[in-house]
């Protein structure tokens, strides 16, 4: 799987909107975009996902950049509870039963 | 979304025994499981890949004997930490991706983890 970057932490404020990049400039045509995020003392739990459109659901947007190359994890209001390490992950369906790969992820503080 | 549970969530045994730790697809039949192991302040390390009815793939450094898994039914994989030792001290999360042919099928689902200390 492709190598994906994200910056080491973030920082927001309570209730105002976060931006979290992710950078995969060797994406392949086929790979998709996974976000997953992992809350202390937890596993990781599964955020979105998308392959060139723009993505949402009740938990976040995905914004897919038009060269695929980037794409940015939107929460609309950060909470308390959104505080975790989000991780930002490539996959190709048609790779068979591989595992997803994590990196390190980015670390979202929340203040209240 | 589908579940998977981890038994037990935490323990703490004494240098030099086993432990095993039990990972369950709980609404969903699972062909393949993950077993992934992860360090404070680190990301998870994938220790080894489990597929029901066979042996399981371990990734380069992991020992196989000291790091038995057993996937026996489509629902169940085990852990076995043997003769566990203080730097076996870490926190071990499985996940499971639902059988060919079924929904979800390339989506993967994580256990809550399994906290380890060795004394």
């Known amino acids: 799987d492709a190598k994906t970057t994200q910056p080491n932490s973030m920082e927001s404020n309570e209730e105002e909107p976060v931006h979290l990049p992710c950078n995969h400039s060797?994406?392949?045509?086929?790979?998709?975009i996974h976000w997953y995020r992992q809350l202390p003392s937890q596993g990781p739990e599964y955020v979105i996902h998308?392959?060139?459109s723009n993505v949402n659901n009740r938990m976040a947007s995905l914004a897919i950049a038009e060269d695929r190359k980037s794409s940015t994890l939107i929460l609309h209001r950060a909470t308390l509870r959104d505080a975790a390490v989000y991780y930002c992950?490539?996959?190709?369906?048609?790779?068979?039963?591989?595992?997803?790969?994590f990196g390190k992820g980015t670390r979202l503080s929340v203040i209240a | 979304g589908a579940v998977v549970s981890q038994h037990p969530s935490w323990v703490i045994c004494k240098s030099g025994t086993s432990v095993k730790i039990e990972c369950r697809s709980l609404?969903?039949?699972?062909?393949?499981m993950f077993w992934y192991r992860q360090f404070p302040k680190q990301s998870l390390m994938l220790m080894a890949t489990?597929?029901?009815?066979?042996?399981?793939?371990?990734e380069q450094g992991v020992e196989k004997d000291k790091f038995l898994i057993n996937h026996a039914s489509l629902t169940l994989s085990t852990l076995t930490v043997t003769s566990a030792h203080p730097e076996d001290s870490s926190f071990y999360i499985c996940?499971?991706?639902?059988?060919?042919?079924?929904?979800?099928?390339?989506?993967?689902?994580f256990g809550p983890g399994t906290r380890l200390t060795v004394l």
């Open positions: 609404d969903f039949q699972a062909t393949t």
């Open positions: 489990s597929n029901e009815g066979s042996k399981a793939t371990y």
């Open positions: 998308g392959l060139t």
């Open positions: 996940s499971a991706r639902p059988r060919s042919g079924t929904r979800g099928v390339n989506e993967q689902f």
């Open positions: 060797t994406i392949s045509g086929t790979d998709y």
């Open positions: 992950i490539l996959r190709d369906p048609n790779s068979g039963n591989t595992p997803l790969v």
